[in-house]
């Protein structure tokens, strides 16, 4: 017991790391996988062919190689981010990338009568797709946009390629100084209680919009 | 008053319907009958806005509605065949949107307007209840509030009998016997003669009346 409150304060300094990254993630990749969403039913032909490049590329190589290319790779060609900022933005490209396959996918649920019955109705286009669509939208794809959030909570500890001290750096760390398991043991209860707060947080949100179907 | 003059749909060289007149005089209840598949939906489509002609003019009380560019404008209120209420939200919310959104109303009065509508539709103690707790016939009703929340000039109904059973089409037709009462003008797309026959003061046969 004394063992863990002696490696306790390194692994909540990594945690912050994971956590930061989580949390930035999110915030940047869910309004960002929106518009690409959208952009991929824009009328001009440039504009989906491009982002349709950008998520097979996102899509078809592993984000372990996108951490690695934006920061050395951008790095040497001059273009250099630090650390944290990096992996912030390889996580919400890539995550961006995935969560507009998913709203894309919501947003063809929607059935073409909503459009018709609001245009009848007189709402403009941004009123129709925020008041009346988006709603819908998030109810459809809560569940496999919770999916994606699990994997984001274990992605974040590929960050270690770049350099950064997450929690499970920190417990690496500790494992290897002390020879021991229990580092590793600690670190893998503390995903496990992430993803419990994040699976109860969508259940809970699940059964807030399950008020309407 | 209504005027379509010399109206035509194509889709690639399929005609639609070709010179198509018709006059809808206010406080009338016109109904449009004809098989599946020839066109009465194209009609009012084009009329709410929601598709295009090729040539011709509609005329609402003298002003003409733009049948080319697909803009609609909330004169013509319509009754969907599957009613295309929001799921997300609840009767009186259905209907206060539009008012709220587009015509900037306050909502303690479009509030007041909608519970006034539910009232005459008999619906009042639906208001609170989301579309999927409602039976076809109510869903229609809460439809027609919604639409007539707008201060339509016109009310179109895309097959209002459709699906309903007896009991609930006799609903409907006083429904529109109600609304003309109150002075609104319908138009009433259905394959239902009886039903046509029932609630309108004239049979408009789309089979026979109008060129290809």
Same mark, same amino acid.
């Not at chain 2, 599957?82 to 015509?103: E, S």
């Not at chain 2, 409602?134 to 919604?146: E, N, P, V, Y």
């Given at each position: 017991m004394s063992y863990l409150t002696t490696i306790l304060p390194s692994l909540l300094a990594g945690l912050k790391t994971t956590l930061g990254v989580f949390f930035l993630t999110i915030i940047g990749s869910v309004p960002l996988g929106i518009l690409v969403s959208l952009g991929m039913k824009s009328p001009y032909f440039t504009i989906r062919w491009l982002i349709n490049g950008y998520i097979w590329i996102m899509r078809g190589t592993p984000l372990l190689l996108q951490l690695i290319f934006i920061y050395y790779g951008l790095g040497m060609m001059g273009i250099a981010f630090p650390r944290f900022e990096a992996a912030i933005i390889a996580f919400i490209i890539n995550y961006a990338a995935y969560l507009a396959e998913i709203f894309r996918g919501g947003l063809q649920s929607v059935p073409r009568g909503q459009y018709d019955a609001a245009k009848v109705l007189g709402f403009s286009k941004i009123q129709t797709f925020f008041k009346i669509i988006l709603p819908q939208v998030v109810k459809i794809v809560v569940p496999s946009f919770g999916n994606e959030v699990i994997n984001l909570v274990k992605d974040t500890s590929l960050v270690y390629v770049i350099g950064l001290g997450d929690i499970l750096r920190a417990g690496n760390i500790a494992a290897s100084r002390d020879v021991t398991l229990m580092p590793y043991l600690l670190v893998g209860l503390i995903y496990l209680i992430m993803t419990a707060v994040v699976t109860l947080l969508l259940r809970r949100s699940e059964t807030v919009l399950n008020t309407w179907r | 008053m209504l005027e379509i003059k010399n109206l035509t749909k194509k889709y690639d060289q399929n005609v639609i319907f070709k010179s198509l007149n018709l006059t809808v005089h206010d406080g009338e209840v016109?109904?449009?009958?004809?098989?599946?598949?020839?066109?009465?939906?194209? %009609?009012?489509?084009?009329?709410?806005?929601?598709?295009?002609?090729?040539?011709?003019?509609?005329?609402?009380?003298?002003?003409?509605?733009?049948?080319?560019?697909?803009?609609?404008?909330?004169?013509?209120?319509?009754?969907?065949?599957?009613?295309?209420?929001?799921?997300? *939200?609840?009767?009186?919310?259905?209907?206060? %949107?539009?008012?709220?959104?587009?015509?900037?109303?306050?909502? !303690?009065?479009?509030?007041?307007?909608?519970?006034?509508?539910?009232? !005459?539709?008999?619906?009042?103690?639906?208001?609170?209840?989301?579309? *999927?707790?409602?039976?076809?016939?109510?869903?229609?009703?809460?439809?027609?509030?919604?639409?007539?929340?707008?201060?339509?000039?016109?009310?179109? *109904?895309?097959?209002?009998?459709?699906?309903?059973?007896?009991? !609930?089409?006799?609903?409907?037709?006083?429904?529109?016997?109600?609304?003309?009462?109150?002075?609104?003008?319908?138009v009433i797309i259905t394959h239902d003669q009886p039903f046509a026959e029932m609630v309108s003061d004239r049979v408009f046969d789309f089979a026979t009346e109008v060129k290809r």
């Open positions: - | 016109l109904s449009i009958v004809g098989p599946s598949g020839i066109g009465k939906t194209t %009609l009012i489509k084009i009329m709410a806005g929601l598709e295009t002609a090729d040539d011709g003019e509609i005329i609402l009380n003298g002003e003409n509605i733009d049948i080319k560019g697909e803009s609609s404008d909330t004169n013509i209120g319509m009754i969907f065949q599957d009613f295309n209420l929001f799921p997300n *939200y609840t009767v009186i919310d259905n209907i206060t %949107l539009a008012p709220i959104n587009v015509n900037k109303q306050s909502s !303690s009065k479009a509030v007041e307007q909608g519970q006034e509508l539910l009232e !005459s539709l008999g619906m009042l103690d639906k208001a609170n209840l989301f579309p *999927y707790q409602l039976s076809g016939g109510q869903k229609q009703r809460a439809a027609i509030a919604r639409a007539l929340a707008m201060n339509p000039k016109i009310l179109a *109904y895309d097959e209002p009998t459709s699906g309903l059973d007896e009991a !609930s089409t006799h609903q409907v037709a006083d429904v529109v016997k109600t609304l003309k009462k109150r002075g609104v003008t319908q």
